[in-house]
């Protein structure tokens, strides 16, 4: 194993989350696992309660580690959730909620943390996205949007980071087989009929999509083989081969063949 390093990863009470923690705790890292509940784990990860949607929660989280360790080298920004519904019945509470942890959060963690890392002149900032931040999924739309601005921040926080010698990369799941899709919340305001067929029909397919999906440890040991690099590129997408084929179909066909590939896969209609 490369030299033990000093982890944050966000969200690691179930799921993605808590896959990798444990997997890296395992092999020999200081993993603190940050999430809003009092979380055991199943290996030595150091639970740390962290709700990434308040500022005094998160500094006083990375205060803790700064003050165990004196470093952390590398952020793990996975905390998030996801809503279903039609964009038209979400409310802006709905949606300020769902930008608030998948946005926000992972930003808020990175004010907090980089700090250290830019005077220390290292580190590793590793944001959880999605295939759904590069293809946008129906009746996923504000989950989609934000992984999207997580993508966009992203990019310019590498460009602007890498020259003081801090690192980031975009690791983004397809499909897993986690605790994410029962947890899904629908929008509060129920389906207008407009929508009301046309969202059952597509949610039943993404439910079996994530219900088949791969392991999250696959996920995991991905994460493992990033911190290990000593260039790691921009982008990681992990899942079955079909899902990243679509994620490069998106690049290379027009835009109209694509979104009816998707809406084909989706159930629809044109």
């Not at 696992?33 to 639970?47: E, I, K, L, N, Q």
């Not at 959060?105 to 700090?115: D, M, W």
């Not at 009746?139 to 980031?168: D, H, I, N, T």
């Not at 999906?213 to 990681?236: C, D, N, T």
Request: hydrophobic share 45%.
């Amino acid at each position: 194993m490369s030299q033990a390093k000093v982890i944050l990863i966000t969200g690691s009470a179930s799921g993605i989350g808590r896959a990798c923690a444990e997997h890296l705790a395992r092999r020999g890292h200081a993993v603190y696992g940050g999430d809003r509940s009092d979380a055991t784990y199943d290996a030595p990860v150091r639970a740390l309660l962290m709700d990434v949607d308040d500022d005094a929660s998160t500094e006083a989280a990375v205060r803790r580690i700064m003050a165990e360790e004196g470093r952390i080298d590398v952020v793990v920004n996975n905390a998030g959730f996801g809503i279903a519904g039609a964009i038209e019945d979400t409310s802006m509470d709905e949606a300020r909620g769902q930008i608030e942890t998948n946005f926000f959060g992972a930003l808020r963690v990175i004010h907090f943390a980089l700090p250290e890392m830019r005077q220390r002149g290292a580190g590793l900032i590793v944001n959880v996205a999605s295939i759904g931040g590069l293809i946008a999924l129906p009746f996923q739309g504000l989950y989609s949007a934000s992984k999207f601005a997580l993508e966009g921040l992203s990019e310019a926080l590498r460009m602007e980071v890498g020259p003081l010698g801090v690192r980031v990369v975009l690791l983004e799941p397809a499909d897993c087989r986690t605790g994410f899709t029962a947890a899904r919340r629908s929008v509060a305001a129920g389906y207008s009929e407009a929508y009301r067929a046309a969202f059952a029909q597509s949610l039943a397919v993404i439910e079996a999509d994530e219900l088949h999906g791969s392991s999250p440890g696959v996920v995991a040991r991905r994460l493992e083989k990033v911190i290990a690099a000593r260039a790691p590129r921009l982008r990681y997408t992990v899942g079955a081969p079909t899902e990243r084929l679509a994620a490069f179909l998106k690049r290379v066909l027009p835009y109209a063949w694509f979104a009816g590939i998707i809406r084909s896969h989706y159930k629809v209609r044109p």
